[in-house]
C-alpha cells in the first residue's frame, strides 16, 4: 500500500512538471506566434495569440494545432482624413498546419469579425452628423440613421446656403438613412435610401455628396478578408471566412 501511495504521489508531481513545462512551450509559442504574425502581415501593433488546446507539446509533435484565436488592436478607420478606431477585431483560425521546419503555418479556416462602435462611425461622419442605430427593421436591411443640422451640415462640407434657404431651414434637423455596403473587404460604403427634401434647386443633390461617404478600414491583415456587414444595436458588425489561410505571409 505504501508503495502504491508513492506511485500516485510520484505521477501527481511528474504530471504538475508536465502540466507547467506544457504551459511554458505554449506561452513562448505564443509570443513569438504574435512577433511572426505582427511581421508578416505588416500589421502596427503585435497581436493577442491563445493557442487552444491541451496538452500543446502534442500537438507540436503533430505539428498541427487545433484552434487558434488572434486578438488585433490599433486597426483604423479613415474617411476624408477623419481616422477613428476600429474594435474587437477577432480571429479563430481551426486546424492550423505547421510546416517541418516550423517557419510558417497555414489553417484550414479562419473565421474574422470586427465591429465599429456608432460613437466612432459617427467621428468618421462628415461635421455636424450623427450616425445611429435605426431600430431592427431597418437594421435587417443594413441601414443606419444618420442625422444632423440641415445647415450645419450643408456648410460644414463647405456649401454656401442663401439667406433665404438658410431662413427656410432654420434649425431643422435632416434625417436619414443609408445602407451600409462592405467593398473589397477593406472599403465601407454608405449611401442614402431616404433623404429629405430641401429648398433650393440642387440642394438634394449636393446632400447626397454629403451623407454618401466611404470608411477605409486600414491596418488588417491580409489573412483576414471581410465579405460581410451587419448593422447592430452596437454598432457595424464585419465578419468573413476564409479556407487554407497563410499565416506568415
Do not use: H
Amino acid at each position: 500500500m505504501r508503495a502504491l501511495r508513492i506511485l500516485l504521489i510520484v505521477a501527481v508531481v511528474l504530471g504538475g512538471i508536465f502540466v507547467a513545462a506544457d504551459r511554458i512551450a505554449v506561452n513562448m509559442a505564443e509570443s513569438q506566434a504574435a512577433d511572426k504574425i505582427k511581421t508578416s502581415q505588416g500589421l502596427s501593433s503585435t497581436p493577442e495569440i491563445s493557442i487552444k488546446g491541451f496538452p500543446f507539446l502534442t500537438q507540436v509533435m503533430g505539428k498541427e494545432l487545433d484552434e487558434v484565436d488572434v486578438s488585433l488592436a490599433g486597426i483604423t478607420a479613415t474617411a476624408d482624413g477623419r481616422s477613428v478606431n476600429v474594435t474587437e477585431v477577432e480571429a479563430q483560425l481551426r486546424a492550423v498546419r505547421i510546416n517541418s521546419s516550423f517557419s510558417s503555418a497555414v489553417a484550414d479556416q479562419a473565421d474574422g469579425s470586427a465591429r465599429i462602435s456608432y460613437a466612432d462611425l459617427t467621428k468618421a461622419a462628415p461635421e455636424g452628423a450623427t450616425v445611429s442605430y435605426a431600430g431592427a427593421e431597418r437594421a435587417a436591411k443594413g441601414q443606419v440613421k444618420v442625422t444632423g443640422p440641415a445647415v450645419e451640415l450643408l456648410e460644414g462640407a463647405g456649401i454656401p446656403v442663401p439667406g433665404s434657404i438658410k431662413e427656410e431651414l432654420g434649425d431643422s434637423t435632416i434625417d436619414a438613412y443609408s445602407t451600409v455596403v462592405l467593398r473589397d473587404g477593406s472599403t465601407v460604403q454608405l449611401k442614402a435610401v431616404t433623404l429629405p427634401k430641401l429648398p433650393g434647386p440642387g440642394m438634394e443633390d449636393r446632400l447626397r455628396e454629403i451623407v454618401d461617404y466611404d470608411l477605409e478600414i486600414a491596418g488588417m491583415p491580409s489573412s483576414v478578408k471581410l465579405d460581410k456587414v451587419e448593422a447592430t444595436d452596437a454598432g457595424l458588425r464585419f465578419s468573413g471566412t476564409g479556407q487554407n489561410v497563410s499565416l506568415t505571409s
